[in-house]
C-alpha cells in the first residue's frame, strides 16, 4: 500500500505571523494516522516559522523552489542545503508556475531535481498540460515529453525517492477541476511511462498526486482513484479546516 500525501503548496501567502497561525490550527486539527502524512510548503521566509511551529509533531515542511546550483553568485536564490538546514525534507519543483513565470525548463527541472536528491531533499516534481494540448489531444504527448525531459539523467535509485504530482495547468487555482476519471487517465499513464523507464516495483511504489482545485467537497471521489495517492493543493490549503477536510477524506 502506498502512504497518501496531503501536501499543501502556500504560492505567495502567509508571512511569519500568519504561518503561525495556520500551522497552529493545522497541528490542533491533525490526528497523526498511518495512511497519509502532511507536508506544507510556506514561501521562503516562514520556513523557519512553520518548522518551529510544527516540531514535534509528524506534519513534514517543504520548499516551493530552490536554485539549481549549490551556491555561488545567484542574486535571489535559496540553495538545496538551506531549505534542508532550514527543517524542510521536501521542495516542490516544475510547478507549472515556475514553468509559465519563470520559464523554467524540463532540463532545468531535472537539475534541480538531481541536486535536491544529492543534497538530501525529497522532490515534488510536478507535470501537467495545458488548455490547449487538452483540448488538441495532446495531453499524454506533453507530459509524458515532460516526464522524459525531467528524469533524463535520474537513475532508479534517484526516481524511487522522488513524489510525483500531476496538475493540469487548466485545473490550477480555476475551480475547474480534472474530473475522477480524466485525473485518474493520466495518473496511470505516468505509472505506465515510470514502469517502462524504471521498471514495475519503482512504478507501483511511486506516490503520484494530484493538484488543481482539490477541495474537501471534490477530494474523495479524486482519492479513491486507483493511481491517485494525494493531492498538491494550494488554495484550499490555506485554511486548517479546508485542508484538514482533505486529509479526513483519505480512506
Ligand atoms: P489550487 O493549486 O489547488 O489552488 O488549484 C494547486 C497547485 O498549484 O499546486
Redesign the pocket.
Known sequence: MRQYIIAG?W?MHKDSTETRELCEAIRKGHTPDSRFELIVCPPFTSIPAAVESLSGTDIAVGGQNMCWESEGAFTGEVSASMLLTSGCKYVILG???RRQYFSESDQLIGKKVQLALSSGLLPIVCVGEVIEDREAGRTEDVVGNQFDGIFADIDKTGFDKCVL?Y?PVW????GKTATPEMAEEVHKFIRGRIASKYGDESADKMRILY????KPSNSTELLSQPDIDGG??????LKAENFLGISSTVK
Not at 485545473?171 to 480555476?174: D, L
Not at 493538484?211 to 482539490?214: A, D, E, H, I, P
Not at 498538491?232 to 490549503?237: E, F, P
Open positions: 503548496n504560492k510547478h507549472s508556475e504530482a496538475e485545473a490550477i487555482g480555476t493538484g488543481g482545485s482539490m498538491l493543493i494550494g488554495g484550499a490549503s
